[in-house]
């Protein structure tokens, strides 16, 4: 009986590797991404928030100053319930005239 080694680069093995390695790489990315939610409720930071509303984290400033923003300060840190992004951006959508 003649055995045979298996290496990385033979063809069904091959394929298993990669899809492995393709499937590693989404969870890795799905567990830096993921922030599970705290009493139904998501909390970002600036740097999201500000990604998402494509302004500068100087803008969220003045937003919280002038009361535009609900956030909380904890530690130093400013944090925006999810919610509270989705709302604001809904009060202030504007239809285009027909």
């Known amino acids: 009986?003649?055995?045979?080694?298996?290496?990385?680069?033979?063809?069904?093995?091959?394929?298993?590797?990669?899809?492995?390695?393709?499937?590693?790489?989404?969870?890795?990315?799905?567990?830096?991404e993921y922030s599970p939610p705290f009493n139904g409720d998501r909390y970002l930071t600036d740097k999201e928030v500000a990604e998402l509303l494509k302004v500068s984290r100087r803008t969220l400033q003045k937003m919280r100053n002038n009361g535009t923003l609900p956030f909380f300060l904890l530690g130093g840190k400013a944090l925006y319930k999810e919610y509270d992004i989705q709302r604001l951006l809904e009060i202030n959508y504007r239809k285009a005239e027909e």
């Open 1 to 32: 009986m003649k055995q045979e080694v298996l290496t990385l680069e033979h063809g069904l093995l091959a394929d298993t590797h990669l899809s492995l390695k393709e499937s590693h790489r989404r969870i890795s990315r799905f567990m830096r």
